[in-house]
């Protein structure tokens, strides 16, 4: 008997922002509420969502414009805090 041929493992999506989002300062308690409800329901995100979450939020418009190693600082709350988001 021949072997199954295996299904070549799926890579993981890498989701790329389109345009930069940005809102004037009087929306920013919507924008933190928004982004809070996101964190609050992070542990059922699929991963995709997930990244495109981190994708979007790195490229999103800030006051803080330009902070050093964005992505890794994003994981790394995410990490530091799994009884809020999970």
């Known amino acids: 008997m021949s072997d199954p041929i295996r299904a070549a493992p799926k890579s993981p999506v890498i989701y790329k922002a389109q345009l930069n989002f940005k ?3 009087e929306d920013e308690y919507l924008v933190r509420r928004l982004g809070s409800g ?12 997930q990244e495109r ?4 939020a790195i490229r999103a418009w800030d006051r803080e414009y330009g902070v050093r190693q964005l992505r890794k600082k994003l994981e790394s709350f995410l ?6 988001f999970f």
């Open 23 to 25: 809102y004037p300062s």
């Open 53 to 56: 979450v981190l994708t979007e």
């Open 79 to 84: 990490r530091c805090h799994p009884t809020r």
């Open 38 to 49: 996101v964190l609050a329901a992070w542990g059922v995100l699929p991963p995709e969502l």
